[in-house]
């Protein structure tokens, strides 16, 4: 799906840039250009960031936890 509409950058780029540490907005816009120009995709890459930073997250967590 089409995040950014000025700089044709999709959901599944912003996905594997975060994956690749790209975490903060900020760096997105230096290496995507994402909201680079009218700024209305902005919104949406950072909930795009936010749901894949939990995602990741989530896969490291322990399956199980020691008990004292
Ligand atoms: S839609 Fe992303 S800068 Fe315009």
Do not use: H
Request: aromatic share 6%; net charge neutral; glycine share 6%.
């Amino acid at each position: 799906m089409y995040v950014c509409l000025c700089r044709g950058i999709t959901d599944t780029q912003i996905r594997k840039a975060v994956q690749a540490g790209k975490t903060e907005f900020r760096q997105l816009k230096q290496s995507l250009e994402v909201g680079a120009q009218c700024g209305k995709c902005v919104r949406m890459a950072m909930e795009i960031i936010s749901t894949e930073l939990d995602k990741i997250e989530s896969d490291q967590a322990p399956l199980y936890y020691e008990v004292a």
